[in-house]
């Protein structure tokens, strides 16, 4: 791996690590920590991974699979990679070869895209269908409220994906408790036909209070704990 994470951000890391558990302990709740390393080296990963960290999300096909190739080459792969970035099919063979879990699917397309990247890499993936909170959308990506249940059972139905469950981003400019309350709703209802698809991913830095409140079984941080990103935004 290209160099090591310093003392000084191990140390970094491990504080701002503490005070997000701190601030998910305090809600009671016991929910799966991914952190969102996006932007951020592979070394940060590696430390994260030493302090604990089970899960990482990526939203980059690119950069993921080359920091998935280092990790592995330094024997600190994460339990499960989480790919939470918007999907082209022409990328889903390269991430069905290193995701472990793809919480960003969000149409047919992809779905099939996956199901062949799958095969073709002999792996089982775990996906989540990420929802389109968003009234009238133009997109940040997710699966219109109306289509959900289908796409469901198409991927239900997928003998090389499990699905496991919803994902989604409070849109901007609203109150996240009202996104998050209709995303529970949304999914309470696609648990009636689907009872084994019990994970709720939402909440991010600025809003994982509000979506453990709501039922998030995964809480998705970035920024929180790796600090702003370089190029992002
Ligand atoms: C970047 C990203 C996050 C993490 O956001 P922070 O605000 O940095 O915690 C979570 N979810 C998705 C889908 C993202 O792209």
Redesign the pocket.
């Known amino acids: 791996m290209s160099a090591p994470a310093s003392e000084g951000r191990r140390a970094e890391l491990a504080e701002a690590l503490a005070r997000t558990r701190e601030r998910i302990a305090a809600t009671g709740t016991h929910p799966t920590l991914v952190v ?1 390393t ?1 932007f951020f080296p592979a070394a940060d990963a590696a430390a994260l991974v030493d302090l604990g960290v089970t899960d990482i ?1 990526e ?1 980059r096909d690119q950069e993921a699979a080359a920091k998935v190739t280092e990790l592995e080459e330094c024997e600190h792969r994460p339990e499960r990679v989480h790919f ?2 918007q999907l082209q099919s022409n990328k889903a063979a390269s991430v069905a070869r290193y995701a472990d879990v793809v ?2 699917v969000d149409r047919v397309k992809i779905v099939t895209a996956l199901e062949k990247g799958a095969r073709a890499a002999d792996r089982r993936l775990d996906v989540l269908l990420q929802i389109d909170l968003e009234a009238d959308s133009h997109g940040r990506g997710g699966v219109q409220p109306a289509d959900l249940p289908a796409l469901a059972e198409r991927v239900a139905g997928s003998d090389v994906l499990d699905l496991r469950g919803v ?1 989604a ?1 409070a849109p901007l400019g609203e109150d996240p408790e009202a996104a998050f309350a209709r995303l529970a709703d949304l999914h309470e209802r696609l648990l009636r036909d689907h009872p084994d698809a019990s994970w709720r991913s939402a909440g ?3 809003d994982l209070e509000t979506a453990l409140a709501h039922g998030a079984t995964h809480v ?5 704990i ?1 600090g702003a ?1 370089p190029l ?1 935004r």
């Open positions: 969102v996006k999300g939203n939470i970035g919480q960003s994902m981003v991010m830095s600025g998705r941080v970035g920024s929180a790796l990103r992002a």
